[in-house]
């Protein structure tokens, strides 16, 4: 079993819909929760993160990391076309020389 | 401000030749990554470096080695490439130490070995 599950997708939403993006791990030593996006062709570049359980907001995105069912989401509210890319969640353990854990990640499309 | 830099993007070799891939980055971090990516598998870590002169291995080491020289440079060296090392290339770096570790990605290197 991987440390880190996440649906692969894709998944398909019209434009102006809220979108939920989720991964599940197994590993209760990670302390921070991170999200990165990776548009086609391109290196992944970071939204957002979290330390420890709770929520983060940032414009339309929020992360959310629930510690005691091993589970965080991020919530893309109004979407729009230019947010179609992959998502990744990324977890760290920082006794373990700073080293991520990656999800495999989930492919979006957001269509007009 | 150019961030992390891989050369080259692409490259095609047939099995058993060598290359080489470049990673540079102009933030002054000490820690650098380099990752494979493959369908259905995610970022895999090859191998890292914490600080100039330092490299340790990663998940799946096997069939590459690397060297950091200088602290904004990080080679990434496969000596005989065989079709199971046809994948895309990432180089990142960070700050590193305690923290979140924020790693900033290059456009990444598509490796293609027939």
């Known amino acids: 079993q991987k440390e880190v599950e996440q649906d692969p997708g894709p998944l398909s939403v019209p434009e102006g819909a809220i979108v939920s993006l989720n991964c599940t791990y197994s590993n209760s030593a990670f302390q921070y929760f991170m999200w990165y996006r990776q548009y086609s062709r391109k290196g992944p570049e970071l939204l957002m993160y979290?330390?420890?359980?709770g929520n983060k907001e940032d414009g339309r995105f929020t992360a959310q990391v629930d510690k005691s069912s091993k589970y965080i989401s991020l919530f893309i509210r109004d979407s729009q076309p230019s947010d179609s890319a992959t998502y990744l969640c990324?977890?760290?353990?920082?006794?373990?020389?700073?080293?991520?854990?990656f999800g495999t990640g989930t492919r979006l499309q957001v269509t007009l | 401000n150019a961030g992390v830099t891989q050369t080259p993007k692409f490259r095609v070799l047939k099995t058993g030749q060598s290359m080489t891939l470049l990673c540079a980055q102009d933030m002054n971090h000490e820690y650098m990554y380099w990752y494979r990516q493959d369908p259905g598998m995610g970022l895999r870590l090859i191998h890292y470096?914490?600080?100039?002169?330092?490299?340790a291995k990663g998940e799946v080491p096997d069939g590459y080695n690397v060297s950091r020289l200088k602290k904004q440079n990080f080679l990434l060296g496969l000596e005989s490439a065989a079709p199971s090392q046809t994948s895309v290339y990432f180089c990142?770096?960070?700050?590193?130490?305690?923290?979140?570790?924020?790693?900033?990605f290059g456009a990444g290197s598509r490796l293609t070995v027939l």
């Open positions: 990324a977890m760290l353990n920082t006794g373990t020389a700073s080293k991520l854990t």
């Open positions: 979290t330390y420890s359980s």
């Open positions: 990142a770096s960070s700050q590193g130490g305690s923290g979140a570790n924020v790693l900033t």
């Open positions: 470096s914490v600080g100039e002169g330092t490299t």
